[in-house]
């Protein structure tokens, strides 16, 4: 009932940039929590940045600086911008909300869903 999609992942040379986007789409009520995690091969998944509905964000300390995560309230979109890029930024990027939905019953419910991934290379 809900579908996160993202885009804008790629190939780029060190100290360049990209701009991630993720859409939600279906029967949405409202959105809290956004975040982008990454995964690179052989790691487990990591906790990019985060953004609330308000707009606080928080960042890992390894793109501090680096990347700045924005969202479209009334989009139901979240945004990475990744600047002076590095190998070690290599990876899988998902996007993750934390969504209250409308059933076809009419109920609402709450649930954390994901996107399908963007790769991410950055490699001269």
């Known amino acids: 009932q809900v579908q996160l999609v993202e885009s804008g992942g790629g190939l780029v040379q060190p100290g360049g940039s990209l701009r991630l986007s993720c859409a939600a789409s279906?029967?949405?009520?409202?959105?809290?929590?956004m975040a982008w995690y990454r995964q690179a091969p052989g790691n487990q998944r990591e906790l990019v940045a985060t953004?609330?509905?308000?707009?606080?964000?928080n960042y890992a300390d390894s793109v501090k600086g680096r990347f700045t995560i924005s969202r479209d309230n009334g989009k139901n979109t979240v945004y990475l911008q990744m600047n002076s890029l590095k190998p070690e930024d290599t990876a899988v990027y998902y996007c993750?909300?934390?969504?209250?939905?409308?059933?076809?019953?009419?109920?609402?419910?709450?649930?954390?869903?994901w996107g399908q991934g963007t790769q991410v290379t950055v490699s001269s």
């Open positions: 953004i609330t509905s308000g707009g606080s964000t």
């Open positions: 279906g029967s949405i009520f409202s959105i809290s929590a």
């Open positions: 993750n909300a934390d969504v209250t939905y409308r059933s076809n019953s009419g109920s609402y419910y709450r649930s954390d869903y």
